[in-house]
């Protein structure tokens, strides 16, 4: 008769989630203008235990998070491109028929593509939430808080160069966020023991 093994952590997982925390904290608070973002850090984080807290999960999260990301910055800069050409300001009645006029185009792409490309219909979410946290940098950028990605790295006054930034910085973060996940798991230690 055989025993039934299972994995059980060497350091409980509350501390180790404190201990990753702390970690970050210091990518958060000590790097001056390039601090780290790490609100976006943490969704992707708890993103990863959603999908089941494997490292194989990344094989889909981390090209779901890009193509997300990817696709808000594409929308974006087809945005400013129409509000160029129609000499809008934002914010206006024009700028925001804009937004919805491109938010249909890429959008409706995104959605296709999650339901349509099977492996990305089990992540569906790491697709949507690369594109939900590339806007939320970028129209908190717009907004005034220019603290969301690292000042003084290029001309911030070129509407190109925002997206293009926003979308780099962005896209670090939620990488960041994954393998801080994986680093989470990895260091309570796992052993195999008798069930």
């Not at 808000?72 to 006029?101: E, G, H, K, R, T």
């Not at 990305?120 to 005034?144: M, P, S």
């Not at 910085?169 to 798991?185: D, H, K, Q, R, S």
Request: hydrophobic share 60%; with cysteine; aromatic share 22%.
């Amino acid at each position: 008769m055989s025993q039934e093994k299972v994995m059980k952590p060497t350091i409980p997982f509350p501390f180790a989630v404190a201990i990753t925390v702390s970690i970050l904290l210091i990518f958060g608070f000590f790097l001056g203008k390039w601090n780290f973002t790490l609100w976006i850090v943490f969704i992707t984080w708890a993103e990863y235990f959603v999908f089941g807290a494997t490292p194989s999960v990344g094989k889909a999260m981390l090209p779901g998070l890009a193509i997300g990301c990817f696709t808000a910055a594409v929308w974006c800069a087809n945005w400013v491109l129409f509000m160029d050409l129609f000499n809008s300001q934002f914010p206006d009645f024009v700028s925001w028929l804009i937004l919805s006029a491109t938010n249909f185009i890429w959008v409706v792409a995104l959605c296709y593509i999650i339901e349509r490309v099977e492996m990305f219909q089990a992540y569906g979410l790491a697709l949507f939430n690369g594109l939900t946290l590339f806007l939320a940098v970028y129209f908190t950028f717009l907004g005034g808080a220019q603290n969301v990605v690292p000042m003084h790295v290029g001309d911030l006054t070129n509407p190109y160069w925002v997206i293009i930034w926003c979308f780099i910085w962005t896209l670090l973060m939620e990488w960041l966020g994954y393998f801080a996940a994986v680093f989470n798991v990895w260091i309570t230690f796992p052993r195999e023991v008798k069930a």
